[in-house]
């Protein structure tokens, strides 16, 4: 059992009052960040991370915070999808189904606990996955050489696009974008400047947090000044009951089966590169109502509606975290942002991480276990609570986002040109947006940019110039195909996959109009 | 017609990367593949997306008006002057002004912005330099 031993170790280490009292506040932050509308886990952790570093915390206090910023966001964002028919983020967007008609039989409370009884479920057992699945491809990821790295990070960016773009040229645009914002500053190989146009500034590169933060929380700034006075104002939304908070007993034993069913679904969904918790969610609400769904209650306020989705997002959370830690290779936009504080602490993800930093990975596993319990703790007590933050409008709100996005940025460099180029990536991220270009390859573009480069010249030197040793061997093969698949699969699918769950979401919206 | 001209925009950054990617000055240590490659390659791949959406636009996004447009760009340029006023001002005060001006264009009235900027200032100060113990920046107040 040497495992469990592993898993002791790391509960000594979150165990710590320290540790456990930032898991308390991350998962606090994180579940108010998940809830309002806009603001989604990427979000939370962007504005979060700066802070992380400024405050000097050492490699397992932050990522315990920030992991549990985004875990609680998970949890977070069902509470205005069943308040407000509003997605907090696009993982919430299938609770909406179900959620909201609960909310508007007076059945708010009940659906608010349940689905946090369900969030716990799916991301306690997901969370088992990531202890069970991630050392054991760990084993697998020492088998790689230079070539393969490369090979798997192409992967990354081919799949990460994934169902959260239509367009898989936008996808390849923003991974190069991103690429090639890593190569700014001094090349670590020979030495030599590179697109830094004598700017000394540049010589360093481009910070990747600035270059997250602006994309991240200073878009969405400009994103709520766009839409000001219109549907994005959430304070202009009427106001639910929250009723009885308790659920029965009867209904959440009712919702075991479906829970167990799209736990497992969706920390499938989530490991895969790229799926992430949209699919993770989408997927799980379509299988319950198919295998359930006899009375066509779907849809209406059924109560297995609510668990399905959110078991499956939160356990596509957790298992989004197996390829991130075991690979180095992020299996969504949010874990995409953790990776840039593993690497911003000098710890490089993947197979060594398990053998080098042993107290990091565990302990973060089990503060990912005690946050859970947290969560749960929090989520259904003090549901009200949570609630009320919606109350806050966003005109207030988000000059504070704002503020502290700056505050952040600043008190980790305190240089004026990192602000400014941050302003310049939040207005480029609006932009962006606007365009439908995602925003994650970019992020983690400029994040693998230099990883990916180095291996890909080690690669070609060891074979002394041969480019073709790139895909010789059989693993190499092995990654370029998924990568092909995962490229030229979303062109196929994704399209309509997307199109249903916004269809899905459009057509609950208008039976309420 | 907005990916056309994104797709004409990308296709120059390409062309300039590319251009850029040409001229880095090569050290005498270099290895086998040397600094150039990979940025030639990711200028490819940028070039050819491009290309693909200069062909084959996905349809007009919604753009907003003119005058949310400058709406935008004015937050921008104030979040700039902010960048640059803040060593000189301080944390407190800079920091109030561009609070102040987001809160009142994001839609509160006039007086009230000044009280939520005021307040959202003083309230960070206190949290992350008082309780927290980070350096903001300095003004001639010493805050």
Not at chain 1, 22 to 34: D, R, S
Not at chain 1, 40 to 58: E, H, R
Not at chain 1, 325 to 332: K, R, Y
């Amino acid at each position: 059992m040497d495992l469990m031993s592993q898993l002791a170790d790391g509960f000594a280490v979150a165990l710590t009052w320290q540790n456990l009292a930032l898991a308390l506040m991350g998962c606090f932050l994180g579940t108010i960040m998940g809830a309002l509308p806009g603001l989604g886990p990427s979000n939370g952790v962007a504005i979060l991370i700066p802070l992380a570093f400024t405050l000097g915390l050492g490699a397992t206090p932050s990522l315990i915070l920030l992991t549990s910023v985004y875990y609680g966001a998970m949890y977070g964002g069902r509470i205005s999808s069943i308040l407000l028919n509003i997605p907090g983020d696009e993982p919430a967007m299938m609770t909406c189904l179900d959620g909201y008609p609960m909310a508007q039989q007076g059945r708010a409370g009940e659906a608010l606990a349940l689905s946090g009884v369900a969030s716990f479920v799916g991301a306690f057992f997901a969370t088992w996955g990531l202890v069970l699945l991630a050392p054991q491809l760990v084993k697998v990821a020492l088998l790689f050489g230079p070539a393969e790295y490369f090979a798997l990070f192409a992967l990354a960016f081919a799949t990460l696009g994934g169902i959260s773009s239509t367009n898989q040229a936008k996808s390849a645009f923003a991974a190069a974008l991103g690429l090639g914002l890593a190569m700014i500053g001094v090349d670590t190989q020979t030495g030599v400047p590179r697109f830094t146009f004598g700017e000394v500034h540049l010589y360093d590169g481009i910070d990747f947090l600035v270059a997250i933060v602006g994309l991240f929380a200073l878009s969405e700034v400009f994103v709520f000044l766009e839409h000001r006075g219109t549907e994005r104002d959430i304070s202009r939304q009427p106001r639910m009951q929250i009723g009885r908070i308790v659920p029965s007993w009867s209904l959440i034993r009712s919702c075991i089966p479906t829970m167990g069913r799209t736990t497992i679904l969706g920390f499938i969904a989530g490991v895969l590169p790229g799926a992430g918790a949209s699919l993770g969610s989408f997927i799980s609400y379509s299988m319950e109502k198919r295998i359930v769904d006899r009375d066509n209650t779907f849809g209406t306020g059924d109560p297995r509606g609510v668990a399905a989705p959110e078991a499956g997002n939160n356990a596509a959370a957790g298992g989004a975290l197996v390829p991130m830690l075991a690979l180095g290779v992020p299996g969504s936009g949010t874990t995409a942002v953790l990776l840039a504080v593993l690497l911003a602490l000098n710890i490089t993800p993947g197979p060594l991480l398990f053998t080098q930093n042993p107290d990091v990975v565990w302990g973060l596993i089990a503060a990912l276990f005690i946050g859970n319990v947290m969560l749960l703790a929090m989520n259904i007590p003090m549901v009200g609570l949570f609630t009320r933050v919606l109350l806050v409008p966003p005109r207030i709100l988000m000059p504070i986002v704002a503020m502290i996005s700056f505050v952040g940025i600043y008190g980790i460099s305190g240089s004026s040109f990192d602000l400014m180029v941050m302003v310049g990536f939040g207005v480029m991220g609006w932009v962006l947006r606007k365009l439908d270009v995602p925003l994650v390859p970019i992020i983690l573009g400029t994040l693998l940019g230099n990883e990916m480069e180095v291996n890909f010249r080690r690669a070609v030197n060891i074979a002394d110039g041969d480019y073709s040793v790139l895909i010789s061997s059989p693993l190499t093969i092995l990654l370029w195909s998924i990568a092909i698949i995962g490229f030229v699969l979303p062109i196929l699918v994704g399209g309509v996959l997307r199109r249903r769950m916004r269809m899905a979401h459009d057509a609950e919206g208008a039976i309420e109009d | 017609m907005s990916d056309r001209v994104f797709g004409g925009i990308g296709l120059v950054l390409a062309l300039f990367f590319g251009w850029q990617a040409s001229i880095i000055q090569e050290s005498f240590l270099s290895d086998v593949v040397g600094p150039k490659m990979f940025p030639y390659i990711i200028a490819t791949v940028m070039g050819i997306a491009s290309i693909y959406f200069l062909l084959k636009p996905d349809p007009e996004p919604d753009w907003p008006n003119a005058g949310r447009l400058a709406e935008i760009g004015f937050a921008a340029l104030v979040m700039l002057a902010y960048a640059l006023a803040l060593p000189q001002l301080g944390f407190v005060i800079a920091t109030a002004l561009a609070a102040t001006y987001l809160t009142w264009r994001l839609g509160s009235r006039p007086l009230e912005s000044v009280i939520i900027g005021v307040a959202t200032s003083v309230g960070i100060y206190v949290v992350f330099r008082l309780l927290l113990g980070l350096s903001l920046a300095r003004g001639p107040f010493g805050f």
